[in-house]
T-cell receptor, first 114, second 111 residues
């Protein structure tokens, strides 16, 4: 079934540790996104990529980095995790980077930083 | 900066009732507006994307309307069922930017 796969589904992490959340899509979409979802704040964009080889900062990029070496994969890395990064992280993709496109979402990765 | 507001934050209704969820946005120069459903612990499922040139979209018991000039959208659910219980999020696409999301309305339909 075509879609987005995220891993891990859930992780507990000690503060200061490095963590990479993985995201893979098989729809050959050009654009990919990372959002975090926090209670009462909705989804906020962390980073995005409008095509392989390019990335951009979203609304809340500090403490996170991304890479887009190929079309399918878009990992999100926390270099040194802090408790405020406890959240549910969603990866999404769309055919192109435009407000006109429908987004497809992964099932999410729940991260707890202690 | 686009801001999206959803009212109410939570709603509980008895089964069979018709209901309306509201979404408002501050920048009317949008490309589209999308309604998503999110079940607890799950990802988001796109329900009814509305392009800026459209006024409404219908799918089964769901009807989404868009009034760009007033910066408003509504999601109408007819004859609600317990299976409709979920969080409904509204998101707006503005120019060459990623979607901006509201904080959602948590709906509970009581059997």
């Amino acid at each position: 079934i075509a879609g987005i796969t995220q891993a891990p589904t859930s992780q507990i992490l000690a503060a200061g540790r490095r963590m990479t959340l993985r995201c893979t899509q098989d729809m050959r979409h050009n654009a990919m996104y990372w959002y975090r979802q926090d209670l009462g704040l909705g989804l906020r964009l962390i980073h995005y990529s409008n095509t392989a080889g390019t990335t951009g900062k979203g609304e809340v990029p500090d403490g996170y980095s991304v890479s887009r070496a190929n079309t399918d994969d878009f990992p999100l890395t926390l270099a040194s995790a802090v408790p405020s990064q406890t959240s549910v992280y969603f990866c999404a993709s769309s055919e192109s980077f435009s407000g006109a496109n429908v987004l497809t979402f992964g099932a999410g990765s729940r991260l707890t930083v202690l | 900066k686009q801001e999206v507001t959803q009212i109410p934050a939570a709603l509980s209704v008895p089964e069979g009732e018709n209901l309306v969820l509201n979404c408002s946005f501050t920048d009317s120069a949008i490309y589209n507006l999308q309604w998503f459903r999110q079940d607890p612990g799950k990802g988001l499922t796109s329900l009814l994307p509305i392009q800026s040139s459209q006024r409404e979209q219908t799918s089964g018991r769901l009807n989404a309307s868009l009034d760009k000039s007033s910066g408003r959208s509504t999601l109408y659910i007819a004859a609600s069922q317990p299976g409709d219980s979920a969080t409904y999020l509204c998101a707006v696409g503005t120019g060459r930017r990623a979607l901006t999301f509201g904080s959602g309305t948590r709906l509970q339909v009581q059997p």
